[in-house]
């Protein structure tokens, strides 16, 4: 039994870092993070059109294409912490997420590089896309709506950021 231990433990320390980004590159990692944060925190706040493919989301908004109750940012937190409790090593390390709120709810999620990813922004989108990562602020269209929706989220007030203390906004 000892043996046993010591053998996976051996080979979990031995386990292979993720790994590293090419340069001007995100790491697949991260990418892959990115993109199912994103969906997790769309699936449990009931955004894109998760509720009408039959995912009942943690918030409660009154029903299926209802949208009669406002969620509150502490039922919005609470959900959302539900939803990343486990699988996202690197939230808060390599990536945050943003969830801008209006007076009714939530509205979207974006996920921000910070650290070796500062620069690369993902944003939810409908369930049969991919929510792939884009570089913030090149020429392409994406690009620069990306730039354009952090600059929003990081100047509302009532962004809520994930994890709570970190957050990814451009130098004023």
Do not use: H
């Not at 090593?89 to 921000?112: Q, R, W």
Request: net charge positive; aromatic share 6%; charged share 20%.
């Amino acid at each position: 039994m000892t043996a046993a231990i010591f053998l996976v433990a051996a080979t979990l320390a031995a386990a292979p870092a993720p790994a590293p980004a090419t340069p001007g590159k995100l790491a697949p990692e991260v990418s892959k993070q990115m993109m199912a944060s994103i969906i997790a925190t769309s699936k449990a706040l009931g955004l894109e059109s998760w509720p009408m493919r039959n995912v009942k989301p943690c918030v409660d908004r009154g029903g299926q294409g209802i949208q009669a109750k406002d969620v509150t940012p502490e039922e919005t937190r609470k959900c959302t912490d539900e939803a990343l409790a486990t699988g996202f090593p690197e939230l808060g390390k390599s990536f945050v997420l943003a969830v801008p709120m209006t007076s009714i709810g939530p509205v979207t999620v974006l996920a921000l590089g910070i650290g070796d990813s500062t620069g690369w922004a993902a944003y939810s989108c409908d369930p049969e896309r991919k929510c792939l990562p884009v570089k913030i602020g090149g020429e392409a269209k994406w690009s620069k709506r990306m730039a354009e929706r952090q600059a929003k989220a990081c100047s509302e007030s009532t962004t809520l950021w994930f994890p709570a203390d970190k957050k990814s906004c451009p130098a004023p």
